[in-house]
């Protein structure tokens, strides 16, 4: 059966609101977003003729602050996805101590078949048919299918209808146009130094830990650089076409090498292949999922030998497969704490935006692992405290209450 983000994500919520006694009409408005815009784009393709794509924007509560956060263009984007993400997004985002809401959206389109001057088009019509509020109201971000370029656009797009200087309108802009350093490895960078957090817990020792990777994209390529670099072995790594095996470790800047020069990791010389389901079972002491959703099944977890699991990719475990790796000991570092990274360095762009006063890269590096580390740290606690292993269940709560007291200060419940 076909992953349902949005079901296992309110079943999640739900659960958290129990354990934590979250009041019952706060939760009764959590369960579904605050506001959504579904429109379509009419787009002149190079060869004159015309197409309409279908755009969302969920923007999930703004109980703590604005919404905020990604514009995904991918095929089989729907509302639904829009929404399980924006939900999480609320989560990551008070889970996190940040002053901002869930916000999600995008556009069902294949940015590989478009031309560079068709996608250019297409993701500044939707700023125009979108027309965010500003700053103080809803601020677009990247998500898959959208980049440094594509926020480019946007944020130039917003700036030319208002006629206002506004870089905090959208995030994952580049510095030169009020962005912030260290865009790129936040996330990845933040997957490590969460999962050290843990592993500093549970006295897990780092050096020669055998870790296997799913994805080696953005995310997955700079986590698998991070490992390496701390004394980590990573022995395994998988992407969409192609895996790569050893038991001695890969080395990581000639992998990177390789698929720069060959566009896949495919015969990847001193190296065997592996696949997804060999790669998620494989003997390892660290598995990190850095690429798709729900590929973490019961019956994966059942096989799962590795002694920790850190999430980097979105909700890659379903509910069912989580509770089968807490009962059977395994450390789940989950995906709202663990690749948050990038929601952290968004609130510290936001406030270098808005007051065009940008900071150093040792600044923004220091910034994002104290936060991260607190993040994780406060979900064990409040997981301990409610006499529970998940510490995914840990950040919910914590990310509930500060939402729930935002709400019932402002009298909405
Ligand atoms: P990316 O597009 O840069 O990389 C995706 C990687 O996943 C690629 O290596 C690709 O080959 C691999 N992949 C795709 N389908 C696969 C399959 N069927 N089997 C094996 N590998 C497959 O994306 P990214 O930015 O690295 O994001 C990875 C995950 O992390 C996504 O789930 C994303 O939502 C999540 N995430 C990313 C960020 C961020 O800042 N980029 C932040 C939070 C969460």
């Known amino acids: 059966m076909a992953y349902d983000f949005l079901e296992q994500s309110t079943r999640l919520m739900k659960q958290a609101a129990e354990i934590g006694e979250i009041n019952p009409d706060v939760v009764e408005l959590l369960s579904g977003p605050g506001r959504l815009i579904a429109f379509r784009i009419p787009l002149k393709m190079d060869d004159g003729s015309s197409r309409v794509f279908d755009a969302y924007r969920v923007c999930h509560t703004d109980a703590l602050g604005p919404t905020r956060d990604g514009t995904r263009i991918s095929p089989d984007l729907n509302l639904d996805e829009c929404k399980a993400l924006a939900l999480v997004m609320s989560i990551k985002h008070a889970a996190g101590r940040i002053p901002a809401g869930g916000g999600k959206g995008g556009i069902a389109a294949d940015p590989g078949k478009l031309s560079k001057q068709e996608f250019e088009r297409l993701c500044r019509a939707y700023i125009r048919y979108l027309r965010p509020s500003g700053p103080d109201c809803d601020v677009p971000g990247a ?4 980049d440094m370029q594509s926020m480019a656009w946007m944020l130039d797009e917003y700036e030319q209808i208002t006629g206002h200087h506004a870089p905090a309108a959208v995030n994952d802009k580049p510095p030169i146009l009020g ?22 817990q549970i006295d897990f020792k780092l050096e020669g830990a055998r870790v296997a990777i799913q994805g080696f994209g953005q995310v997955g390529s700079v986590a698998a650089k991070a490992f390496q670099d701390a004394g980590c072995k990573v022995i395994a790594i998988r992407e969409i076409d192609a895996g790569v095996y050893s038991e001695d470790g890969l080395d990581i800047d000639k992998l990177l090498e390789y698929r720069e020069e060959n566009g896949s990791l495919e015969d990847f010389p001193d190296a065997d292949s592996i696949s997804n389901e060999d790669l998620l079972t494989c003997d390892c002491d660290v598995l990190v999922p850095a690429a798709l959703q729900g590929v973490i099944t019961k019956e994966v977890a059942e096989n799962v030998k590795a002694r920790m699991v850190v999430e980097a990719a979105n909700s890659p475990t379903t509910l069912e497969a989580d509770e089968i790796l807490l009962e059977r000991g395994v450390t789940v570092v989950p995906d709202v704490l663990a690749n948050a990274g990038s929601v952290h360095l968004c609130q510290m762009e936001r406030t270098q935006g808005l007051s065009d006063d940008y900071w150093g890269a040792e600044t923004i590096s220091e910034q994002r692992r104290r936060r991260l580390v607190h993040s994780y740290q406060k979900a064990a606690e409040i997981a301990e405290e409610h006499g529970i292993k998940s510490v995914r269940l840990g950040a919910w709560i914590h990310a509930l209450k500060r939402i729930e007291e935002a709400v019932l200060a402002r009298g909405w419940c």
Request: aromatic fraction near 12%.
């Open 143 to 146: 998500d898959v299918g959208t």
């Open 179 to 200: 962005g912030t350093l260290g865009g790129y490895e936040a996330t990845g960078l933040g997957v490590f130094e969460v999962f050290e957090a843990a592993a500093e």
